[in-house]
Nanobody, 124 residues
Framework: QVMLVESGGGLVQTGDSLTLSCAASGRTFSDYAVAWFRQAPGKEREFVLATSWSGGNTYYGDSVRGRFTSSRDNVKNTVTLQMNSLKPDDTAVYYC?????????????????WGQGTQVTVSS
C-alpha cells in the first residue's frame, strides 16, 4: 500500500497562489495514479484532477481547469498542486488520493488510498 501526506495549505487572499504537496511512502510510487479532491463544509467531495502514473496525462475538473496545474516527481515521490487565481469558492480541505488504476471519473470512491487533507482558505 501507499501512505499519503498533504502539506502546504493555509490562508490566502483572492487572486493569490498557493502550492500543495502530496508526499507518498510505501510501495513504488510510480505504480499509482494520483488524484486531488477537495471538500468544503457541507458539500460533497469534489474532483480536482487526476494524474497518471508517469504524470504524462492529467485531467482537470471544470472548476479548476486553467487555474490549477499538477506535476509529479516519481524520484521524490511527490505530487504538487499549483493553484493560481484563487477564489473564495476554492476554500476547502484538499486531499490527495492514489490508486493503481488511473481514471478521470470524478467519483471519489474509485480511489483507494487517501491522505489526511490540508486546509485551504481563501479570503475575499
Amino acid at each position: 500500500q501507499v501512505m499519503l501526506v498533504e502539506s502546504g495549505g493555509g490562508l490566502v487572499q483572492t487572486g493569490d497562489s498557493l502550492t500543495l504537496s502530496c508526499a507518498a511512502s510505501g510501495r513504488t510510487f510510480s505504480d499509482y495514479a494520483v488524484a486531488w479532491f477537495r471538500q468544503a463544509p457541507g458539500k460533497e467531495r469534489e474532483f480536482v484532477l487526476a494524474t497518471s502514473w508517469s504524470g504524462g496525462n492529467t485531467y482537470y475538473g471544470d472548476s479548476v481547469r486553467g487555474r490549477f496545474t499538477s506535476s509529479r516527481d516519481n524520484v521524490k515521490n511527490t505530487v504538487t498542486l499549483q493553484m493560481n487565481s484563487l477564489k473564495p469558492d476554492d476554500t476547502a480541505v484538499y486531499y490527495c488520493a492514489a490508486d493503481e488504476e488511473y481514471t478521470v471519473d470524478p467519483t471519489s470512491q474509485l480511489w483507494t488510498y487517501w491522505g489526511q487533507g490540508t486546509q485551504v482558505t481563501v479570503s475575499s
